[in-house]
């Protein structure tokens, strides 16, 4: 298999599991920047998660242009990812979700933050991209380019950005990588939640922890990735 074939796989893994782990349902996206052409990126025609396959795969550039004359319907908010690839040369995929736990997060003041260790790249508080602080009243969806790389600014160098009313975008540095954090990002907001609940005062990781704990984390990946990717694909 080839570089872009294996990379294809996991994109259509990618979207399997998190349809599987209830953190797409049927919108939201998972894409991936190609392995040899930093400048341009895969993501799947606009279609549910749970139901993409290697052929509805579709090549980008960053200006998020479909390539190739590939005339299939694309995703309204793929400048998501063409604008955070454009803005972090670091990061090599992309989820956005609208999955439940976490949008309390980003209509509250209460700060998603890690209360665990395998969300330690939460680290330090997480910022919500307002939409409407930049371009006033919307549908709240990522339509275009200059929204796009506001999101983007928001994020910043961090793994994970909440966009209110709306969802996140979470990034890393290869599809496992960004499948664990999407994963854990809802996981971690729905024991924060929890916590919260209790009524007493609730202690976060702290940078260094958080730090420490996602340099763990990183190491281990192949772990989960390979159990979710048999789960999804049957191989
Ligand atoms: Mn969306």
């Avoid at 930049?134 to 961090?158: E, I, K, P, S, W």
């Avoid at 996981?187 to 007493?200: E, F, P, T, V």
Wanted: hydrophobic content about 45%; glycine content about 10%.
């Amino acid at each position: 298999m080839t570089d872009v074939a294996a990379l294809i796989e996991d994109v259509v893994a990618g979207n399997r599991i998190l349809a599987q782990q209830g953190v797409l349902d049927g919108f939201g996206h998972v894409s991936a920047r190609h392995p040899s052409e930093p400048g341009r990126y895969f993501l799947s025609r606009s279609l549910a998660p749970e139901l993409v396959t290697a052929d509805d795969v579709m090549l980008y550039d960053l200006d998020s242009n479909v390539q190739n004359g590939d005339a299939r319907r694309p995703y309204l908010e793929r400048f998501i990812h063409g604008e955070i690839y454009k803005a972090r040369p670091d990061v090599m995929a992309v989820v956005h979700s609208h999955s439940p736990s976490v949008i309390p997060f980003a209509a509250s003041s209460i700060k998603l933050r890690p209360i665990y260790h395998m969300s330690g790249f939460l680290r330090g508080e997480t910022e919500v991209f307002d939409i409407r602080d930049h371009f006033g009243c919307t549908d709240m969806l990522v339509r275009n380019a200059a929204q796009g790389a506001a999101l983007a600014a928001t994020l910043g160098a961090r793994g994970v950005a909440l966009m209110r009313g709306h969802g996140f975008v979470a990034v890393g540095g290869s599809v496992p990588e960004v499948i664990y954090r999407a994963i854990y990002t809802e996981l971690n907001a729905s024991m924060q939640q929890r916590a919260i609940g209790l009524g007493g005062t609730v202690t976060y990781l702290d940078e260094e922890e958080a730090a420490l704990a996602e340099a763990t984390n990183r190491g281990v990946l192949e772990r989960p990735w390979l159990m979710w990717k048999k789960k999804a694909l049957g191989h």
